[in-house]
């Protein structure tokens, strides 16, 4: 339980900030934020949520890094799915409070009519869509990691950031580093679809606007809804077997032995005693547990090896 609060919270602050950069961008027309404010807010609220939650729940904050916690044995497959429901629901509140606060905003800027598309459509504040030249085929290849970007090169840095055999990051700076990698994702990447790294970023305030006066065609379009919900974990799946295959996988071998005795396939260091107390590193989806890496007769559920966020895409 303690853990379903813990996501629970950064997950919705994550969300509250990167729609709010959002929201602002839009409803003043690019007056009182652009793009560049935009990506900034939902990067720096990935490293906010993990500090807020890091050490209880790992502050996964995005069901990509969940699964990639779950590929690598470091996380339990039956709590991906409660995971994943916490942070949609974090998600589709989190949209309720931005639409309050922006509530004149919004209506003012759409002239009274809440719109998915034309020149005042406001349901991309809340999720993404595809510009009007990108295919759902394309656009899924560009976030899917098929070709190792979008979700693809997330995992590829959260994960050589948080394996301490490779290049360390100073103790308590993780969310920062993280923080960093989703704004260069974010400033590089978001063209074509909008940046859809996480799927309970995008699905929870989808259903939020359905709700809440977008209608049924938020879901309709060009069929592009689930794109976000899949491309994700696919890339995330790329991007973990990536790192392990060019990376993980060359490390000397009595790295190995201690890979094997710890039943993961990446992230172990043999040679830190478990009692150093250093900081681990979180995901999106940059984690900063309390204790790195917990005793083996431990009973906290975050992973042995570091939990690190993924992001959000905004």
């Known amino acids: 339980m303690r853990e379903c609060l813990a996501e629970l919270l950064s997950t919705f602050v994550l969300i509250t900030i990167t729609l709010s950069g959002a929201a602002q961008k839009v409803t003043s027309e690019e007056t009182k934020g652009n793009l560049l404010t935009s990506y900034l807010a939902g990067a720096l609220a990935v490293m906010v949520g993990i500090y807020i939650a890091g050490g209880i729940s790992g502050a996964h904050m995005n069901p990509a890094f969940s699964l990639v916690m779950c590929l690598t044995e470091q996380f339990p497959w039956w709590k991906f799915p409660i995971f994943y429901l916490v942070e949609t629901l974090a998600s589709f509140l989190a949209s309720g409070v931005v639409y309050i606060l922006y509530y004149d905003a919004i209506w003012h800027y759409s002239n009274g009519t809440l719109t998915v598309s034309g020149p005042r459509e406001t349901a991309s504040i809340f999720a993404t869509y595809p510009a009007d030249y990108v295919s759902v085929a394309n656009g899924f290849v560009d976030q899917a990691g098929a070709t190792v970007v979008g979700t693809g090169v997330l995992i590829l840095g959260v994960m050589g950031i948080m394996d301490n055999r490779n290049k360390g990051v100073p103790k308590g700076l993780e969310p920062v580093v993280v ?118 007769h431990t009973s906290s559920t975050v992973p042995t090896a570091t939990p690190v966020t993924l992001l959000n895409e905004s």
């Open 179 to 296: 923080a960093m990698l989703v704004l260069s994702i974010e400033s590089s990447m978001g063209a074509n679809c909008g940046c859809p790294l996480n799927p309970a970023r995008d699905i929870g305030p989808r259903l939020f606007t359905y709700v809440a006066g977008w209608g049924p065609e938020v879901f309709r379009g060009n069929g592009w809804w689930w794109v976000p919900l899949v491309a994700p974990l696919v890339g995330a799946a790329v991007g973990t077997y990536l790192y392990q295959l060019c990376v993980a996988f060359h490390y000397p071998e009595e790295d190995g032995d201690a890979l094997e005795e710890q039943g993961s396939i990446v992230l172990v260091n043999k040679n830190i005693e478990l009692d150093t107390g250093v900081s681990s590193k979180e995901d999106t989806g940059g984690t900063v547990p309390a204790r790195y890496p917990p005793p083996p």
